[in-house]
Structure formats: structure tokens, C-alpha cells
């Protein structure tokens, strides 16, 4: 059985997700994030040298990184099930939002959360003005403009069909749920972008999503 090491307001979350929608039978192994640091425990890197999750464990193998898991997870137990078929175009759409996901949304998101916590967090009291607006310009002048383009980008694409790679909900839905939850709790993203909205009702509204939230625990997305 395969056992996911699962971290709370996490990536972690769609491959409880994804097993969910297969009807895989898994067990989940809970990690906290510091509430101050937000960091994985740093007991994690016994598990796998990085210390970050997700990370499954499946008879001999330990796998981590959210897409390269996703894809095993769909080749072993998908039953052609989540996946395009080979030679669609669908198909190639769905590889290009597997790699996106992770290889480009997060990035500027994952750079304004950083800001975001400097701009908000503790610093000396004399350097805090400047600590302060330093992450804000950057904020400004890179995270934030960086975001909006990929959001009217995934805005725009989903005008092309009911989910990213074509009418079937596919894998690479399931990796794009994160940047848009982030988007949508951090960056800006809402009803001003319906397409993008409606995605992310149609993922909360799906009873595997809705499993996957119970298995996992606190999910603030
Ligand atoms: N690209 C990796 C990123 C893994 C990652 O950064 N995971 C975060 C959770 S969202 C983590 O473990 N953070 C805790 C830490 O860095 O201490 C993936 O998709 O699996």
C-alpha cells in the first residue's frame, strides 16, 4: 500500500487528492509546519534529503516531487484513467501543465510568499521601514506583475476547454489546484478572473477533493 507523507497546508494535499479520484487505498503519515517558520520538520530528512514533502512511499520505492509522484502514481494504478491518450493533442497539453505547474506557476508565487512574510514579519525596529520596503517594491515590481501574467495566461487557456487539457478532468488538473489556491488565498485571484474561479469551485466540489480534505486535516487554501 502506498503511504503518503503528507504535510498540512501543503502541496502534499493533491496526492491524497489524486489517490481519492483513482479509488487507490493509501495511509497518510502527518507532518506539522512550525507555526512560526512554516518549515517541514526538520526530522524529514531522514525521509528524503531535501526534508520536504510531498514524499510516497510504495513497497521499496520512496519518490518525491509532486509531479514526478503524480505521474508514477497514474502509470502504476491510473488504468489509463487521468491521462489523455497517447498522440492526442490533449495529450501534449497535458504534458505541458504537468511541467508548468511546478516549473513555472509556483515560482512568483512562491517568491511574493516570501515577501509577503518579510514585509509582515519581525524585524529589528530600526532597520524595519526599509526590511519592510524592500519586499514591498519587489513584491510590486517582480512577484506581483510576474503573477498577473500567468494568471490571464491560465485565464485565457480555459477558454479553451472545461479543464486544462481538453474536457476530462487529467493529472495536470490536479497539480494546477496549488498555484491557483495560492493565487486565489495570496495573489489576487477572483472573481475578476470567472474561468480561473470556476476552476477552483469544480476542484472544491468534487467528492475525491472533498475525501482527500478529511484524510489530510487542515487544509487553510
Ligand atoms: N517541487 C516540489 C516542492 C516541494 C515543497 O517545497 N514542499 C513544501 C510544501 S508545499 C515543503 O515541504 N515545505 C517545507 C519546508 O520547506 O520546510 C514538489 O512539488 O513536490
Not at 534529503?49 to 510516497?56: A, S
Not at 490571464?152 to 487557456?157: H, I, N, R
Not at 476542484?203 to 487544509?219: I, N, T
Amino acid at each position: 500500500m502506498i503511504t503518503v507523507h503528507h504535510l498540512n497546508d501543503s502541496r502534499s494535499q493533491r496526492i491524497l487528492w489524486l489517490l481519492e479520484e483513482l479509488g487507490v487505498d493509501y495511509a497518510v503519515e502527518k507532518y506539522q509546519r512550525d507555526p512560526v517558520t512554516w518549515r517541514a520538520p526538520a526530522g524529514l530528512r531522514a525521509l528524503h534529503p531535501l526534508g520536504k514533502l510531498p514524499v510516497i512511499i510504495d513497497g521499496d520505492l520512496t519518490l518525491a516531487e509532486s509531479g514526478a509522484i503524480i505521474e508514477y502514481i497514474l502509470e502504476r494504478y491510473g488504468q489509463g484513467r487521468l491521462v489523455p491518450p497517447a498522440g492526442t493533442p490533449e495529450r501534449l497539453r497535458y504534458l505541458y501543465w504537468l511541467h508548468y505547474a511546478e516549473g513555472s506557476a509556483m515560482t512568483p508565487l512562491l517568491i511574493k510568499l516570501i515577501f509577503d512574510r518579510i514585509e509582515t514579519g519581525p524585524a529589528p525596529f530600526l532597520l524595519r521601514p526599509v526590511v519592510r520596503g524592500l519586499a514591498r517594491s519587489a513584491n510590486r515590481a517582480f512577484a506581483q506583475p510576474e503573477i498577473e501574467r500567468h494568471l490571464d495566461f491560465l485565464e485565457a487557456e480555459l477558454g479553451r476547454s472545461t479543464w486544462f487539457a481538453g474536457e476530462a478532468l487529467t493529472g495536470a488538473d490536479i497539480l494546477l489546484s496549488f498555484p491557483a489556491q495560492i493565487a486565489a488565498a495570496h495573489a489576487g485571484l477572483d472573481a475578476r478572473r470567472p474561468r480561473l474561479t470556476g476552476f477552483l469551485q469544480r476542484v472544491a466540489a468534487r467528492p475525491a477533493w472533498q475525501r482527500a480534505l478529511e484524510r489530510g486535516g487542515p487544509y487553510q487554501f
